[in-house]
């Protein structure tokens, strides 16, 4: 795991694969020593992700940037992630002067931050890359388990929006949701028959 300093702020992002629910783009700042422990979001356990969150929140500050189904849908991904990246800053009240490194091969940050490094696999080695990894998928994992309240024919809280056979079957059986389908991608699209409002 690289130590990363108090002026480095890592972002990386959750739902960007997903065929339902919003995108998460997280920028983490240290304030103090991070736990140990740290990882990709996606090689823990859920209830080791949450004893992180907890122990982050204290440690960390965060800068959400969230993007809707509607922006997804009428931006595409790339901008989409590119508009969640610049909430997410903005957020954090992150300096153009700061050093930040994202996660990925892709520099989705605003011109205005020169100090950018883009990182394949970050979220697995750069200890603050992993604690955006970590808040934005527990944060977002929660989201998805409240909305799954409202609709729970279609197993949110289960899948939270990716594209498992038991949500594709859902949408077969029950139709896709306008508001929370990203109309855009293939399986949605080939899936189609009539919208629920």
Known sequence: MIKTGSEIIGIDEVGRGCLAGPLLVVAARPR??????????????????????????????????????????????????????????????????????????????????????????????????????????VTRDEYMRKISLDFPDYGFGEHVGYGTKRHLKAITDHGVLAELHRANFAPIKNLITSPIQ
């Open 32 to 137: 103090r020593r991070l736990p140990k422990g740290l990882a990709d979001s996606k090689q823990l356990s859920a209830k080791r992700r949450c004893e992180l969150f907890q122990e982050l929140i204290l440690a960390c500050d965060f800068g959400e940037g969230w993007v809707s189904v509607a922006e997804i849908n009428k931006l595409g991904l790339s901008e989409a992630m590119r508009l969640g990246v610049k909430r997410g800053l903005d957020n954090l009240e992150a300096s153009t002067e700061d050093s930040i490194i994202i996660d990925g091969h892709i520099n989705y940050c605003p011109p205005k931050y020169s100090k950018v490094r883009a990182v394949i696999k970050a979220d697995t080695h750069i200890s603050i890359v992993s604690a955006a990894s970590i808040y934005a998928k």
